[in-house]
């Protein structure tokens, strides 16, 4: 009889799985709680101690890592030594494995994992396994995904289970370790990583990672300068998320996690520049994000001013031998794509909250014209870019944009006009070419009022005050164009 040899953590699609191996003449050799699984579905396997003649020691650490597992999965059939040497040491050929591993990410992307659980959680047996069998595929078929299942049964019952297929199913099986592998790496070499100090020198600090994830700071590729400080890591995060929403070429400033200076452009360079414009006192020791190539232009413009961190999908080979002569600036390499399902965790005395992040995004659809003042197009443009940076700023926030630029930011004040006021004093521009972005509603028209006294003709706000009609109609006497979102953008 064929042989199948399965083990596998995760077992959803067993049952349907073992019965058509068994109705198709396998005999299932099994361990631990697979094979109590197995059992259970009434359907008849045997512990791989007989196999081996060897019972499982160590709590089950030791199990299949014996001759007569790998030497049944390793035989290559093709040669008669090998055959012989089987025949020598009574061990049966093996002709498919089906292993899935120990769910290690799952348990370090837990807040609370200690290194036992991560230990235990390295699967060693089933690696070993898969390994063996995928580099047999010539004569044993892998399989490592549960989606998998079925379409082994189809080609066992329609005579198709050949060479090429288990070829296919091999690249999937070393793809799995190798993804694998790299998670245990990531968690152990750095998952805690202690900081030379936190926000002050006199506070310790350490990173945690909680995710091998391409699309995150912690994991982006550090290609030049000095460690990381915290500091550096929160702001880089701060900028790495806003630049993430963009699809047109855009550079982003951050300092003291809030965007100082957003520039968009049809170069790269165009984009730094338009977002250094926008403040060009306080990007001096900012960090920067930028969600296209860094070319050589743009590093020249960038290396004429002192930047802590520069992130970016890639850096040209000109741009990296312009901007790593400057000794100590960080240059991060990362994966710039969406992360949505990510949740976001905050410390609070005693514990920790966890929420979905703001993802929220502006839909044409849903935006509501509330005056009789029309927005220009030039106007929505300036608002959609104004209104995508409030999300990021603390609030109470207020964003004057043009259409290029951020070109004024009031972050983190009491009260809304008090937030108006610095991004007004701070205003690289004002007239009837900005408009104004905040990320909560006018709880009365006092905001409104003063943005009219500096210009500003276009307004974009969530709605919902009890006191929304008042600002309404200061905006119809003045000709004034307000449109909500009908959401809100509240970042503490």
Avoid at 302 to 329: D, G, R
Avoid at 331 to 359: H, M, P
Wanted: proline share 3%; aromatic share 6%; with cysteine.
């Amino acid at each position: 009889m064929m042989k199948a040899l399965i083990s596998v953590s995760d077992k959803s699609g067993l049952e349907p799985f073992v019965r058509g191996l068994v109705r198709n003449g396998y005999e299932i050799y099994s361990t631990g709680g697979t094979l109590k699984s197995i059992q259970s579905f009434g359907v008849e396997a045997k512990s791989v101690s007989e196999l081996t003649h060897f019972d499982e020691i160590m709590d089950g650490r030791v199990k299949t890592l014996h001759p007569a597992v790998h030497g049944g999965i390793l035989a290559d059939r093709s040669k008669p030594g090998h055959l012989e040497d089987l025949k020598n040491n009574n061990i049966d050929l093996i002709d498919m494995v089906v292993v899935n591993l120990y769910p290690f990410k799952e348990t370090v992307s837990r807040p609370d994992v200690t290194e036992k659980d991560a230990v235990e959680n390295i699967d060693i047996g089933g690696p070993t396994m898969l390994r063996a069998a995928a580099k047999n595929f010539k004569f044993v078929t892998t399989v490592v995904d549960p989606r998998d299942y079925s379409g082994v049964i189809r080609r066992i019952e329609e005579d198709r289970l050949d060479e090429t297929y288990r070829k296919s199913l091999m690249i999937k099986v070393f793809r799995h370790t190798n993804d694998y592998d790299q998670a245990i790496v990531n968690h152990f070499s750095s998952a805690e990583e202690v900081l030379r100090y936190g926000e002050n020198p006199h506070q310790d600090a350490k990173l945690v990672r909680t995710t091998d994830a391409r699309n995150t700071i912690l994991n982006a590729d550090v290609l030049h300068g000095k460690a990381l400080s915290y500091n550096n890591l929160r702001d880089a995060d701060s900028a790495f998320a806003l630049a993430k929403k963009f699809t047109m070429p855009v550079a982003v400033a951050v300092k003291h996690m809030n965007p100082c200076g957003v520039g968009t452009g049809t170069t790269v360079g165009e984009a730094f520049q338009n977002a250094f414009d926008a403040d060009s006192q306080s990007i001096f020791g900012g960090i920067v994000a930028l969600n296209i190539e860094v070319d050589e232009e743009a590093a020249l413009k960038m290396s004429k001013i002192f930047l802590e961190v520069i992130i970016a999908p890639k850096f040209s080979s000109e741009a990296l031998e312009v901007l790593t002569k400057k000794k100590n600036l960080r240059l991060l390499e990362a994966d710039f794509r969406e992360d949505e399902d990510e949740d976001e965790f905050v410390s609070v005395s005693g514990g920790y909250l966890v929420q979905s992040r703001d993802t929220g995004k502006l839909n044409v659809d849903d935006i509501k014209v509330v005056t009789k003042q029309q927005p220009s197009e030039k106007h929505m443009k300036a608002m959609a870019l104004a209104w995508e940076v409030s999300k990021h700023v603390k609030s109470n926030a207020i964003v004057l944009a043009n259409d290029k630029q951020t070109v004024g930011i009031g972050a983190g004040q009491m009260n809304r006009v008090g937030a108006l006021k610095i991004a007004i004093d701070r205003a690289l521009e004002l007239g009837d070419g900005v408009v104004m972005a905040s990320d909560g509603f006018f709880p009365m028209p006092d905001s409104v009022e003063l943005a009219h006294e500096h210009g500003i003709k276009s307004i974009i706000q969530p709605g919902g005050s009890k006191r929304d009609q008042e600002s309404i109609d200061f905006c119809d006497e003045n000709g004034i164009a307000m449109v909500f979102t009908g959401m809100r953008h509240f970042k503490h």
